[in-house]
């Protein structure tokens, strides 16, 4: 009998992707999910079969003789699904593992760091995909270009976002990697930054090839990128234009090539040389730089859903103090005199906690910032942690419901409009759209 497969939190972005591989070679894949999202509705419609009660093991009964359950890092034992599938001998693995498993017939291309892996493997995708190179992708997030997290046109390399959450990118071996940023975040899982530091060397040294890494990240044999001429590859002569952003790209192997990028922020144009450094590995230069001025970004990361005379809106994934100000950067170059407004939902009670004083100190850089609730994902309630948290007396920061954002916007007009967070605050992103556009 064939090998069936049920994914445990299938609605995931990590997760549809790999269920979406299974599919397309044909493989039976079912699920549950908390939630009828927009993802589960299209992998219902690619062939998954999805429920969304806890307590349906339909699928796990009809399979069990030849079936792999695969699970997220944040699903618990106590899960009534994985008790379930555990109690009838089914072999289960986590997510990570799973991946680890698929890639191993493969060159691993992976892109590791605090923040900008899906970005920068998005662009991986794209150059790779433009150049024609044999190759499979899992994004952890919707590519505007391909308007999906998954791309195969073979298997002789596999793009993959290597996430430190559990340590899970201890399961790869890559062939070649980048390394965005090691910053303090998951201190649900890392006692203290030297943790984090550590498992990130540990991921650096089961790469066996190249090994990119921001100039910030300081690890032997690697090959470093920033602005600094100081650096292995290195950016020059940013200027912005009202279509995107024109600069210089210098490597030591390399003449300079000049190319022109259709956004903005410093941060993409990092994640931007990353990847490029990366797919030079594989592919000519010559072909890659006609290559950059369609590169996609990633939905929700810095997407301009509205311009027009009143106002401009942006919609952003960011959900880290470094993330929030690196696009408050984009912003403020983009719109230098106009006043600024933030609608931000913190994600996960324990990272308001531990990065309250910096989330106050990011959040005030904006000229106005309406704090929604905390989106908890998979915690429990904190005692004493709240959105109120971060107000610490700044009268630009006032913490509301998100039944008010859409009263406050008609009665406020902002002149720049951005939404930041990584829960439910997409949904409500949609709406201010459809309210703007009216």
Same mark, same amino acid.
């Given at each position: 009998?064939?090998? /069936? ?59 069990? @003789? ?77 590519? @505007? ?70 100039? /910030?990240? !300081? ?11 100081? @650096? ?10 009202? /279509? ?32 490029? $450094? ?20 990633? !939905? ?26 690196? $696009? ?28 309250? !004083? ?48 859409? /009263?406050?916007?008609? $009665? ?27």
């Amino acid at each position: 009998m064939k090998q /069936s497969y049920y994914f445990i939190g299938i609605g995931g972005i990590g997760m549809s992707a790999l269920a979406r591989y299974l599919l397309s070679r044909g493989d039976k894949v079912g699920g549950y999910d908390r939630d009828q999202t927009d993802l589960c509705q299209a992998l219902t419609n690619e062939g998954a079969q999805i429920g969304h009660d806890l307590t349906d093991f339909s699928f796990i009964d009809t399979f069990s @003789n030849n079936l792999l359950v695969i699970y997220t890092a944040a699903v618990t034992s106590e899960h009534p699904q994985l008790k379930y599938a555990l109690s009838k001998g089914v072999r289960t693995l986590k997510r990570a593992q799973f991946l680890g498993e698929i890639v191993q017939s493969g060159k691993v291309l992976a892109v590791a760091g605090t923040h900008g892996k899906t970005t920068t493997a998005t662009f991986l995708t794209h150059f790779l995909k433009q150049s024609n190179v044999s190759f499979t992708a899992f994004l952890g997030g919707i590519s @505007n270009d391909l308007n999906s997290n998954y791309y195969s046109s073979g298997s002789e390399y596999f793009v993959v976002e290597a996430d430190e959450f559990d340590r899970s990118f201890l399961a790869l071996y890559p062939h070649a990697s980048i390394i965005t940023s090691i910053e303090l975040d998951h201190l649900d899982i890392y006692k203290d930054y030297q943790a984090i530091v550590d498992s990130f060397t540990q991921f650096a040294s089961q790469t066996s090839g190249a090994l990119m890494v921001h100039e /910030s990240v !300081k690890l032997k044999g690697s090959i470093s990128y920033g602005f600094s001429p100081e @650096n292995d590859g290195y950016i020059t002569d940013v200027e912005f234009t009202n /279509s995107g952003t024109n600069f210089k790209i210098h490597t030591k192997e390399h003449s300079t090539v000049s190319v022109t990028v259709p956004f903005y922020g410093n941060h993409n144009l990092l994640n931007t040389l990353a990847a490029y $450094m990366i797919a030079k590995e594989i592919v000519s230069v010559e072909k890659l730089v006609p290559i950059f001025n369609t590169l996609p970004l990633a !939905k929700r990361r810095a997407s301009k859903l509205v311009e027009n005379d009143q106002v401009v809106f942006y919609d952003d994934y960011a959900h880290h103090p470094s993330e929030i100000q690196a $696009m408050h950067q984009l912003l403020r170059s983009r719109y230098p005199n106009r006043s600024i407004t933030a609608v931000f939902q913190p994600h996960l009670y324990s990272r308001t906690r531990d990065f309250a !004083k910096e989330f106050t100190e990011v959040l005030g850089l904006f000229d106005n910032v309406w704090i929604l609730p905390i989106y908890p994902a998979r915690e429990a309630p904190i005692q004493g942690v709240s959105s109120e948290l971060l107000l610490n007396g700044d009268s630009r920061l006032e913490s509301i419901s998100k039944e008010e954002v859409l /009263s406050r916007i008609s $009665m406020k007009a902002p002149e720049v409009l951005v939404t930041l967070g990584a829960g439910d605050i997409a949904n409500l992103s949609k709406s201010i759209q459809k309210l703007l556009e009216q």
